[in-house]
């Protein structure tokens, strides 16, 4: 089976940095995703690293690790629209099956 | 917009009934993936379908079961629902190519009530 871990609840100030950890266990590994998720909403594409390393995409970027089973989602330049649930997934196994975590509830506040 | 979409947006049923839920995927993708979500939990996979056959499934059981069409569409069934059953069921298009499966991308899902 897999393993995801991500912090339950974070707070962060407006206009500050902030890093959203995720631990995985799992064999098969082919994929990390970050989601983002407003309360009563679908969860909206963020970010998908395959390869070690940073990938940067505007005010946010997601870095993995696959030899320690370790990804974060950098959030910059925090806004209030920021506040939302942060999902970790690893997608794994033959038919690539995407499993997530429980998420990340991040609170901006001013 | 993801151009995923999904019916009906709200639901309710009672105990006992059957349901069926309906996704029409982003253009260009052959892969459906069904997910139920409670209530402050993530995403729990269903299953996925992949040229119109289960390619995986969750730990649901079997009265959870599936379609997916020729035109990539896919329906979820669900017979002799329980109060459990209650959550956003979400449906999540994305394309195997060569046996890789690339980015996937969420509807906007159906809030199902089971009373």
């Known amino acids: 089976g897999q393993n995801i871990d991500q912090p339950t609840e974070m707070t962060a100030t407006e206009g500050a940095i902030v890093q959203i950890n995720c631990t995985y266990q799992t064999s098969g590994f082919n994929g990390l995703f970050w989601y983002q998720q407003h309360a009563g909403e679908a969860p909206t594409f963020l970010s998908y690293n395959v390869l070690d390393g940073l990938e940067e995409k505007g005010r946010f970027s997601s870095f993995l690790s696959r030899s320690k089973g370790y990804s974060y989602l950098l959030l910059k330049e925090l806004q209030m629209k920021d506040s939302a649930s942060y999902l970790c997934a690893v997608q794994a196994g033959g038919y690539q099956k995407v499993t997530f975590g429980t998420g990340t509830k991040l609170q901006v506040i001013p | 917009e993801t151009g995923v979409t999904q019916s009906p947006t709200h639901l309710i049923k009672t105990r006992g009934q059957q349901v069926t839920l309906r996704c029409s995927s982003q253009s260009g993708h052959n892969t459906v993936s069904w997910y139920q979500q409670a209530l402050g939990q993530g995403p729990q996979f269903i299953f996925q379908?992949?040229?119109?056959?289960?390619?995986g499934r969750g730990n649901f059981p079997p009265r959870f079961s599936g379609l997916q069409f020729p035109n990539y569409s896919s329906e979820l069934n669900v017979n002799a629902l329980e109060l459990d059953d209650s959550a956003l069921y979400l449906c999540?298009?994305?394309?195997?190519?060569?046996?890789?499966?690339?980015?996937?991308?969420f509807g906007p899902g159906t809030r199902l009530t089971v009373l």
């Open positions: 999540a298009s994305s394309n195997r190519l060569a046996g890789v499966l690339y980015e996937q991308f």
């Open positions: 379908y992949y040229r119109e056959e289960e390619n």
